[in-house]
Structures are given as structure tokens and as C-alpha cells.
């Protein structure tokens, strides 16, 4: 098994263990809102293997598992990676951890303490979130190349940084996220990608207006 292929179930590993440490958890943080989203994207993601350097694109996909850790922070983990649409396509992606800082606080709705009953409660909103993020992860890539020698396997993998900013918005019980994403590598292969994304998430949990 090579390098790339290890890099690949690490990165599925660690995906499923976020998702199930998320659910796990809940009875430890009863009050704690959990959030499961899909992505979709435009943007272009590029490996480079000297001295031949291949583009995939113009679409990104991807999974997210998030959790609030404060009022202004959020943590989660991404698995995004390029789709070539014709032939369909999909042999770049990226893997990272991503801490979100909300200079304003995050978009969620808040219950009303001072309301016992349930039906009269009233929501105060933060509709609308800009957020900064960033953090490290796995990047990996495996492309065939036509040359005029004929054709040939570009892979390769490395430590990657992601770096993204974007505004949240609430609609009803999700979250709508817009945002900038940008992924490159540190070490290793070099990989890169760059996307401007859309996101739906999904709460899990009660939420907790005193986080």
C-alpha cells in the first residue's frame, strides 16, 4: 500500500471519528448544539510533481462535523476535494481541522430564559456571522496526465494549512455558510486548492445560550 493510500484511510478514518465522537459526546454536553453540513463549491485544485503540475476542477464538495466551544469559536473537522466534470472526476482533497473565531458572536437562535412556557418563548437571533478561520490537516492526490510521450500517474501527500473566512447565516434550525477557502500544502507533495463555497448544516442538540 503506498503513501497515498494510507493518507487517504487516515483521512476517512478521521472523518468517521469526528462524526461519532460528535454523537458520543452528547450525553456529556447535553446542552451543546452539534452541526453535520455538506459543501459545495467553485474553484480549481492543483498537485505538482516536478516538473509536470496538473488542475482539477470547477467544483469542490466536501463533509463537515462542527461544534460551538464558546460564544465567538467553533471547531470542526473538513473533508472537501476537487470534481473534474467531464470525465467525471475526483483525485485531489484536503482534510483539516478548522477553528472559526466569530469577532461578533455565531449565528444561532437563543431561547429566552425569563419564559417558562415553551410556546411563548422568544428568539433572539443572530441572523447573520463573519467568521475567520484556519488550521492543519492532509492533503493528498493521485492524477493521470496525458504527455506527448504518452501518459503518466501524478500522487502524492502532505501537511496542509487551510485558511477561509465567510459569513454564517441562520435559516430556521440550519446554518447557511458562504466563505473563501483557500488549502496548501506545508511539506511533501505540493497540492493547492482555492474556492469560493456554499454550506447547509444541520443542528444536532438543544443549543445553549449560555455558551
Known sequence: MGLGDRVKRLEVTLLLTAVASLVLSSEMARAREYRLGVILGAGSASITVQPVSVSQGPLQAGLLA???VADALAVSLEHRRSLKLSPLSSDISFTNAILRWYPWGQAWPRENPETEDVSENTWNQNRFAVYLGGGPGLASGGVTQ????????IS??????SLQA????????????VGLDH???LSGASLSATSVSACLMWRIGPGNAGL
Open 183 to 185: 488549502e496548501s500544502s
Open 166 to 177: 465567510g459569513v454564517d447565516y441562520t435559516w430556521g434550525t440550519r446554518i447557511v455558510r
Open 156 to 161: 502524492g501527500s502532505a501537511l496542509s494549512l
Open 146 to 153: 496525458k504527455l506527448s510521450t504518452g501518459s503518466a500517474y
Open 66 to 68: 462542527e461544534s460551538p
